[in-house]
């Protein structure tokens, strides 16, 4: 008796002896090395792709002779003529295991292969997506042994594929007959089975081998702007990204604007509700035009969103987010489909949509926490979602906690004199020199420095129209660098800093960015009002991050991660000199880029990603920022630049900030008038 | 110490000591005892009203004092004074047990009470329905712990009622923040769970306490009739019934002629879909205003059809069942919403369609088997539901057996000569003297014999206009007694019999029943085309029950059941005189009206039904009569009235037949005739 061939897979390692004539993916699935198959080893998928080495390979201590594989078969030849094939790669179904062989498995032939991300720290994306596709040979009936169609399929799920009884809803029922027969008792399945403990659904049955790629969509809703991603769920790719502003903004520039529209206007709610899904209809169409796929090959899609936002899309009339309580309709992850959300896609389309938090903390929060693990961090990670509305997480393997805090919308330019979104002709960077106090910017479309040779000719087209978040952000951070801002946030006149930008308005001072008024351009200016305004917004953000410290009992953190667009674009040193984030090592500041999306994505891809945040968003301790009564404390203290208590004795180190006092009078009416406001007029506290 | 008082419930005879002061529900909940409730103990819904005893109990060596239960609290006084209640009543919830006790549970406020059937040999139905309404009070939204409202709705319903978490679709959660604000945090939640292994559903949640009952549909969809009862699912009754025309009629009469319909015309299927849906969604607003009820109140249905039905309900083309090998789409029971079928119910109104026994043999059989139990019955008992598609049942507790077999539309009227559908004017029993051949009959309309006086005036106003299928049947089974139709189905002509009113048509006779031309009426006869049009349908129904017969390997059965509206009007007797069923003693012959509706009834209101049925109908053996060689003997043989071989001892005893022979000659000519035609023309085998 011979010994039966040694088979070694790489990169897994595993190996195992089986009987000679037995097919690469059959060994593959007796060993369980992770080997795909669409088809089930018909020839006709090409999913289970490998390449067999051939020679020695003193690693393994075996040498693999040339007909360690079986000859090509017919079904082999025909696909490789047909369809081609990298050279060297043979079809795991129809190779047949002859002798000693070590055989590579190329990463796109495995199920549950890796989506690479590009930042360092984070984990990859373990491909593991909700919508499976199969080809099943299904039984024909039989009058002495009659049963249903779906059920003899059903058994073919089973035995072929190990799949238990899937659910059908009636249209699938209706098109099992005809597929079955066109595709002579041969067809692909498209099924859906999530993280819940149910039976998977049948979305679809169609006749002969489906051999097109599938599509999920991400989607972070945001206030301003919907982003979607859409995603080859074969792959795990990003094939198509588009963005839409939110429809909503009709009704209110901000969500607390928007909560008012619902409570002042009968029916106001269903109308938001109707102009977000149109919007998202209109998005669905587009990125499914720009990738070139139909709308039907959209077979799962995941949402993250605020809680106002989150329930606008669901229909449910947010009123009661914009009062204490804040009390959620539901706080629980939902399984929806397309039909409840009148999204263009097959009607019975998978939707999930995130876990909120809590009222103020939603699913774009729990998206945010899904993309950063800091429930895996080692060292203490503060995580800043930053926008109209901020969310904060910190913590580490041992806890997670999580707040909102109102920022308002100063940093996204709004409340700014000349603020204006971050579009082309906005100023986005500056410096300011601390001997002359003259300033150099940057604007968004042009990559030159305004004092570069060709600046001007560059932002011709745009012109220099105003300044974007990250630009506010900058300019003041870089006057209490200068000494043209104090500590206190006062802005000193032109004689008290020797410099000749500052000019007077009224009973305060303005510092002159750009002048654009002799060709017709603005007059760009940081004013008194706009450092007051950024000071609301920093020390809101900065309280909050406090309060979580509080709570955790600590008075600094390891590292900061900046979340949202809008994060992307903060220079992390000019973010430490206003003193919006905890004082931390400039280089342990790094940006997530737009990590509530990343989020979405991870959930869409990976089925365990669900349940790993559903549990992890029970677990996170809430801290409600409006009932805090030392929010309040920190907020006032946070309001000098950096902070009025807290040293930033590491900033410091590596920036020296002069500490002129301009005004004492001033500051004192500075203070009054700097007496926190919640939110907009009349609207209550704590959303926004 | 003293001793904890005794209660004893009757009649369930549960018996413990429970601490004084305990109230009776408590105790009964204690004790195991069904002690319904829907507020839970608050005093508002009245559900547990018991009736305490007082004085000697010497069965239960007890005697119990006037002061065993305490006194009248506000809450039961508020009641009895608003609401009423019976004399010597107390509600369960607040009478407290001060000392030994005998209390006595009315059958309205056990939870699954008994709904009696009326007849004796079957079971009764416990009631269980999918449907529960509960009294919850919420806890309030609470910053410091932020949650849901739905999570805190669910941790209610687990902590007051150990119900699971449920799942509720978008407009439940839409409605539940303003019904949870308005009823003060105390709200009826309606839930549905039915025999699946899965999460309750939320169906919806109204503020403070619903007290309106709620209702369930049972609908057996036939292929002429469509027939609803609307039932209360507290007490089970039936508080209203409705029938309707099935409005696909237009379509065609029999079912090959629908899905004759559906191959010939491209989108026939989908018109006959809309037919019925309609026809329902007519149905159910009748049936709701004949109760006085909003159709909002109807929060479970459940459907039994015949195969075809079945498909073209559930919007399936049902071209596949009008060709062998008569594959179903799906046999399985099917768990749909009120959306799926375009029913005028609230969309998400769970609905459940019973599953199919095969491709002949639908749901409304496996309703039949529900209803008549087979599978638990001590002697073997064959239920035959006689229709145009005549579906048999024999078993027992060993093994039950089923079949279809194509009697054509002979019994109901149809291809009759004097045959109309079963209205008033048709002729429904025959009597017809031995001696004389003089008949006398009843007509429906009508409680008189036609010999009788005044019969001519209780017929004015409908008239005599033709024959119904039981009629038709009397007719040819007395024309056979009284020595007028031989053996071989030949009527003897007028010198043959002696009787002078049987007529000539060409080179056949005919039995003149009624002639009414006189007063401008028809003649109403029995032709020799009547008589071979149910000989072949007698035969193929003989034949089918053979067929099952000889797979149980018996000749004889022990009871038989006649199910459908038409079943019940068939006459024992005259059903054995032409051979229809199996010798059996007459008084074993029973009818069990409209059992497929009944059995509807049963899984409506008990959902262990559902799971009974699935479980059976996968353990019935299926026998498939179109590719029986078998059949086509038993048919041929089963042609003769009552049966060329089987001897019909047993009838023969009570019922003595002459046996003249009328014409050899014609009687070969009409072995020829009588060749095996099934279905109509050009349809194919085995359906109808």
Not at 99 to 124: C, L, W
Not at 203 to 208: A, E, F, K, Q
Not at 461 to 481: D, F, H, K, Q
Request: glycine content about 10%.
């Amino acid at each position: 008796m011979t010994t039966d061939p040694l088979v070694i897979f790489t990169p897994s390692g595993k190996r195992g002896r089986v009987p000679r004539g037995t097919p690469v993916l059959a060994a593959a699935r007796q060993l369980g090395v992770d080997l795909d198959s669409v088809c089930g080893g018909r020839g006709i998928c090409s999913r289970c792709q490998i390449t067999p080495g051939v020679g020695q390979f003193p690693k393994h201590g075996l040498t693999v002779a040339p007909d360690s594989l079986s000859d090509w078969n017919a079904v082999e030849e025909r696909y490789k003529s047909i369809r081609g094939l990298i050279d060297g790669r043979r079809l795991g179904c129809q190779a047949k295991i002859e002798g000693d062989v070590v055989i590579d498995v190329p990463p796109e032939s495995q199920v549950h292969k890796q989506v690479i991300r590009k930042r360092a720290e984070v984990r990859d994306i373990t491909l593991a997506p909700a919508i499976r596709k199969v080809l099943v040979d299904v039984a024909e009936p039989d009058m002495h042994d009659p049963s249903g169609d779906f059920e003899r399929l059903c058994d073919a799920l089973a035995e072929q594929w190990d799949i238990p009884r899937p659910e059908a809803a009636l249209p699938v029922l209706g098109e099992l007959q005809p597929a079955l027969r066109k595709g002579k008792w041969q067809v692909t399945c498209i099924l859906h089975s999530d993280h819940r403990d149910r039976p998977p659904t049948l979305l679809s049955v169609t006749p002969g081998f489906d051999e097109d790629p599938l599509y999920g969509l991400a989607v972070d809703l945001g206030s301003t702007t919907i982003a979607a991603h859409l995603c080859n769920l074969d792959t795990g790719e990003v094939v198509a990204s588009s963005g839409l502003m939110n429809p909503q903004i009709r009704f209110g520039e901000d969500l607390m604007s928007r909560v008012s529209y619902a409570m002042m206007n009968p029916g106001g709610a269903a109308e938001m509700t109707a102009a977000v899904r149109e919007g998202l209809g209109q998005l669905v169409t587009e990125i499914a035009a720009e990738a070139g796929i139909g709308t039907d090959r959209i077979r799962d899609a995941v949402f993250v969103a605020n809680p106002v936002m989150h329930h606008l899309l669901l229909g449910i009339d947010p009123v009661e987010l914009g009062q204490a309580p804040f009390a959620l309709a539901t706080s629980g992850a939902l399984s929806l489909a397309a039909r409840d959300l009148d999204l263009p896609l097959l009607p019975d389309t998978p939707l999930y949509i995130l876990p909120c938090i809590a009222g103020h903390v939603g699913a774009d929060a729990a998206a945010v926490a899904l993309s950063e693990a800091p429930q895996e961090s080692e060292d203490l990670v503060l995580i800043v979602d930053v926008g109209t509305n901020a969310e904060l997480l910190l913590g580490d393997r041992t806890e997670v906690l999580a707040c909102s805090s109102p920022t308002g919308p100063a940093f996204e330019g709004a409340q700014i004199s000349a603020g204006q979104r971050a579009a082309p002709g906005a100023i986005e960077r500056v410096e300011i020199d601390p001997d002359t106090g003259t300033p150099r910017f940057r604007v968004i479309g042009s990559d030159l420095w305004s004092d570069a040779d060709g600046f001007d000719t560059s932002v011709l087209a745009s012109g220099i129209t105003g300044i974007c978040g990250s630009g506010i952000i900058e300019a003041i951070a870089e006057m209490r660098r200068a000494g043209l801002v104090d500590a206190g946030g006062l802005i000193g006149s032109a004689e008290q800093t020797g410099c000749d930008r500052i000019i007077t308005e009224g009973r305060t001072h303005a510092y002159v960015l750009h002048d654009g008024r002799a060709d017709g351009g603005p007059l760009i200016t940081v004013t008194q009002g706009d450092v007051r305004a950024i000071q609301l917004a920093k020390s809101a953000l900065y309280a909050g991050a406090r309060l979580l410290m509080d709570r955790r009992g600590v008075d600094h953190v390891d590292r900061v991660v900046l979340a949202g667009a809008f994060g992307a674009h903060i220079s992390p040193r000019h973010a430490l000199i206003l003193g919006m984030i905890p004082d931390c090592p400039e280089e342990k500041v790094t940006s997530a880029g737009n990590a509530a999306g990343t989020g979405a994505r991870i959930a869409l891809l990976n089925t365990a990603a669900r349940s790993e945040i559903e549990a992890l968003v029970t677990r996170i301790r809430k801290i409600e920022t409006a009932i805090e009564p030392k929010f309040q404390a920190h907020f006032v203290a946070a309001n000098h630049i950096p902070h009025a208590e807290d040293g930033f004795e590491g900033l410091r180190a590596s920036v020296p900030l002069p500490e002129p006092r301009f005004n004492q009078r001033d500051e004192a009416e500075g203070k009054t008038r700097r007496r926190r406001r919640r939110g907009a007029a009349g609207a209550p506290e704590g959303a926004g």
